[in-house]
């Protein structure tokens, strides 16, 4: 398994993701890309657009957490408090950084919309925080502490994340190995239970799949070590072929399911 | 806004969620049932297959708010911890219902498929729990307490959640409308501040969304009152035109955008 010591967390911020309104989408992309730097996604926690909501879950989190990463809420309008929220939480004042001031201006000059107060507002950062760059939309994120502001658009939150990756320092980079076959969970449930309790340093999940009519499960091997992997994969594999089915390489499988 | 004396909480169980493996869509599919049904999730939490973690946010959560629904890990594999460790948060005991068993054992007599300890164990509820009913694949649900108990995989959860409904008593359902325009969040940002200073029942958000080429933003007011939630959609849909854009009426949009 990954450096269990280097952790993170993310706090998602909206109530369109708590109406069901906005699928989320940024969990999935941070998981995978702190999976690749060798750190372990611990906690999610998807809290409304509330002051003392925010302070509480991004204190939480900062004390238990090697790194946080928050989205959604630093945009221009009134629903948009999260910087507010998280300079209370670190208990410092928010100020209008000049730095965030100057990428604004150029920006908002190049695309010829008003640079109006509330586009401004986009500029308040709570003071002592780092800068996280926008190559979207010039608004920037930032860093106080363990926590990594960043907004809840996808698409500027996934730019954002690449560029911000080289400042994270993880353990061990977490490799994976999935063995998919066509029978029950339930019916390779006690040989796999097994096979885990030999790979205490081998993290098994089974994940009962169900497409085109046919069933299965999806075994999903990780770990840090390489041999450890592959050694646990071929007993896994051994363990499909004693049951009387073919182990199926599978790179990628579907999330929903059936079985068991 | 709809009662907010009644709430809810998920507890999302699974390292294939915090791995970026899996795409949860559980989340957007209990939060837009609540919302029907008068009753506000006002938050989320994902955690690891871990007992400890799981106990700690089940417990948490099951204070805090009115209805807990936790999904994933009630499964027949090793990594399926979730009865166990519900069982810890509440203090009791686990055993084999007799019911659960009586369920399972008539679906795998009609499937042929064998019934053996590993899928038995899905018939392991806390004492006390009263089952929730599984129309898919038998296997049941528990609540015990506030902590409604469901499983992971999609289609079986939203077909046990639609058979659980009518035990949740909510408060009045939160009605919603979207006034979209194309333009920027920044543009608007004034003048909707205004809007939701005067109307403190009716939850505006701001959404941006990027399109075919074009940006713009969603509107999102939500609440209980019709006639209120129609007073502030025609003073936002005023806005608009007041800035120079013409309001479109929108069932749904885009979740992610640009702009600002």
Do not use: W
Request: hydrophobic share 45%.
């Amino acid at each position: 398994m990954t450096d269990p010591s280097v952790t993170a967390a993310i706090c998602i911020i909206g109530n369109e993701i708590l109406s069901g309104r906005t699928q989320d989408k940024n969990l999935a992309f941070i998981g995978e890309r702190l999976n690749a730097l060798g750190i372990r996604l611990s906690e999610v926690r998807v809290v409304r657009d509330d002051e003392s909501a925010i302070v509480e879950a991004v204190r939480a989190l900062s004390e238990r957490y090697t790194y946080v990463f928050t989205s959604g809420g630093i945009g221009p309008t009134h629903d948009d408090i999260t910087t507010a929220c998280i300079a209370k939480a670190f208990g410092v004042a928010v100020e209008r950084n000049s730095e965030a001031m100057r990428r604004l201006t150029a920006h908002y000059a190049n695309t010829g919309i008003e640079f109006n107060e509330a586009r401004r507002k986009m500029a308040d950062i709570p003071v002592g925080a780092a800068l996280i760059d926008n190559p979207v939309s010039a608004a920037p994120g930032f860093i106080i502490g363990n926590v990594h502001v960043l907004p809840g658009v996808p698409r500027i939150m996934q730019a954002m994340f690449d560029g911000l990756k080289s400042r994270l320092v993880g353990g061990a980079p977490m490799l994976s190995c999935t063995v998919a076959c066509t029978i029950g969970e339930g019916t390779v449930a006690a040989g796999l239970g097994a096979i885990q309790g030999r790979y205490a340093d081998v993290e098994i999940g089974s994940y009962p799949y169900f497409r085109a009519g046919h069933f299965g499960t999806s075994l999903v091997l990780r770990a840090a070590d390489a041999t450890r992997l592959d050694a646990a994969a071929e007993e896994v594999r051994a363990l499909v072929r004693s049951l009387g089915a073919e182990p199926i390489e599978a790179a990628a499988e579907p999330a929903e399911g059936d079985a068991a």
